[in-house]
């Protein structure tokens, strides 16, 4: 099955092609388009990238909406994960804006959320993915994207930008939500 990827991110059409299996190829909505994520909620988000590129296109579209949460902070970064430290988009600035805010908090805990939107034949499907880990106190590792640098996921000692995407792949927010994906994929068409 061929699915459009309604987002600009290169790095997550990547992960989302590494994880995803031979049978589902997804490919890049080359459009001009600028799409504001206006939405509250990382579904809220989801859908509008995937109608956007669905009304534009006709085919099947896929939209997803990441970002990483923090209890000690309100939930910050949620939605505005990618523009947490303002324009222009920084991961380096937002990591370092996250590290700031949380200076002397004992309550490290975080949350990453994917939430996946696909619209098909009309239709609405969501699929979501989380996974718990906290905070470092500082920046490890140099693979990954985003606030890789800094998430220490449950159940290990190194942050995913030291795992490498191996075990990112297999264990990330983004990799849960694929698998539900996947599974309604190939249950959709039986």
Avoid at 47 to 67: T, V
Avoid at 134 to 163: C, K, N, S
């Amino acid at each position: 099955m061929k699915l459009l990827l309604s987002s600009r991110n290169l790095h997550k059409l990547e992960e989302i092609r590494a994880i995803l299996p031979a049978t589902i190829t997804v490919e890049p909505w080359d459009s001009d388009v600028e799409i504001e994520e206006s939405a509250d909620t990382f579904e809220g988000n989801a859908f509008i990238k995937a109608y956007a590129g669905w009304e534009q296109m006709g085919i099947p579209c896929l939209g997803e909406d990441s970002g990483l949460s923090v209890p000690a902070l309100g939930g910050a970064p949620g939605v505005m994960s990618a523009r947490f430290a303002g324009e222009p988009r920084s991961d380096f600035a937002n990591i370092q804006l996250l590290l700031k805010q949380m200076e002397g908090v004992h309550d490290r805990s975080a949350y990453f959320t994917t939430v996946l939107a696909l619209v098909m034949d009309g239709n609405e499907y969501s699929f979501e993915g989380r996974v718990e880990g906290r905070i470092a106190t500082a920046i490890h590792g140099a693979m990954g994207f985003g606030y890789d640098p800094v998430f220490i996921p449950e159940g290990y000692d190194q942050t995913f930008a030291e795992l490498g995407p191996l075990i990112k792949n297999h264990i990330s927010h983004r990799a849960r939500a694929l698998s539900k994906l996947t599974a309604f994929l190939k249950a959709f068409s039986c």
